[in-house]
C-alpha cells in the first residue's frame, strides 16, 4: 500500500468570522457592479471625492488607504493628483490598477511610503474595519505633508450604529453579512483626539443617503433582475453624527 501524501489545509467550515477579509476575494466580482454588494461605497467615494480640491501643485500625490478595487478614481480624474491605492486585499488592487491606481499591497497600520509624501490621504469606510484604528490614523497623518488634507468616511461607536450598520442593513438586498464587525466602530470623539494628537485638525459630519433616493434604489432593487436603473442615491449631511459620519481635516504645519 503506498503511502499517504500530505494532508490537505483544512477548509473553514460554515460561514467566515465577522469582519474577515477573505470576504473580498469571495466578493471581487462585485466591486463594479453599481447595484452590487458595494453599491453604497460607490456612492460614499463620490461623497469622499467632493471634499477633495483640485491638485495645487504639479506631481501632487493622493494617498487612499484601503482603496480596494479603486472606486474612488472615477470621482478624482481632472484633479491633478497621482492616485497611489493600498489595501490588504489582492484581488481588489488587480482591478484598482485597471482604473489607473498605483497600487501598493499593505496593511493600513504599517504604509511603506515616506512621512509627509502626501498631498492628499482618504481613508474612506476602512477605520471601522481595522482592529487598532489608531495605528492607522496615525499612518494616515503620518503620510500627510504639512498643509495636507485628510479625508474619512466610518461608522461611529453607537448603539444606532449597530442597529443600522449590522441589524438592519445587513437585512437589506445584496448588502453583505458579516462585513462589519461592530466591535470596531469608531467613537467621533476619540477619532477627533486621536487626530489632534497627530497634528491633525479634524472636522466631522454626520452623513446619509438621501431618502427618497434610497427608498427608490431599493424598491428597483426589489423588482429587478439586471441593475436598478435610474439615479443612484446621494450621499447628503444628516445633523447626528450617530451612525455615520465624515471627517476633513488640515495637518498643521
Not at 460607490?42 to 506631481?59: G, K, Q
Request: aromatic letters at 4%; one cysteine or more.
Amino acid at each position: 500500500m503506498p503511502p499517504a501524501g500530505p494532508t490537505p489545509p483544512a477548509v473553514p467550515a460554515g460561514p467566515l468570522p465577522r469582519n474577515d477579509p477573505r470576504q473580498y476575494d469571495e466578493l471581487a466580482g462585485e466591486w463594479w457592479r453599481p447595484d452590487g454588494a458595494f453599491a453604497m461605497l460607490h456612492w460614499l467615494a463620490r461623497a469622499r471625492a467632493a471634499l477633495v480640491p483640485p491638485a495645487s501643485r504639479p506631481d501632487a500625490l493622493l494617498v487612499d488607504l484601503g482603496c480596494g478595487a479603486g472606486l474612488l478614481a472615477p470621482h478624482l480624474a481632472g484633479k491633478g493628483y497621482r492616485h497611489v491605492g493600498v489595501d490588504l486585499t489582492g484581488s481588489a488592487l488587480e482591478q484598482a490598477r485597471t482604473h489607473g491606481v498605483t497600487v501598493v499591497n499593505a496593511d493600513a497600520t504599517a504604509v511603506p511610503l515616506a512621512d509627509g509624501c502626501a498631498d492628499v490621504v482618504a481613508a474612506g469606510e476602512l477605520l471601522e474595519h481595522v482592529p487598532d484604528w489608531r495605528r492607522a490614523v496615525g499612518e494616515a497623518c503620518r503620510l500627510l505633508r504639512p498643509g495636507g488634507l485628510l479625508v474619512l468616511d466610518t461608522l461611529n461607536d453607537t448603539a444606532l450604529s449597530r442597529l443600522v450598520a449590522v441589524g438592519v442593513a445587513e437585512r437589506l438586498p445584496t448588502v453583505p453579512r458579516g462585513i462589519h464587525d461592530p466591535r470596531l466602530f469608531v467613537d467621533h470623539r476619540a477619532l477627533l483626539a486621536e487626530c489632534a494628537r497627530h497634528g491633525v485638525d479634524l472636522r466631522v459630519r454626520g452623513v446619509r443617503p438621501e431618502v427618497s433616493g434610497l427608498i427608490g434604489w431599493l424598491a428597483r432593487r426589489l423588482v429587478a433582475t439586471e441593475g436598478p436603473g435610474g439615479r443612484p442615491p446621494r450621499i447628503v449631511p444628516t445633523w447626528s453624527t450617530a451612525v455615520l459620519y465624515q471627517g476633513r481635516g488640515v495637518r498643521r504645519g
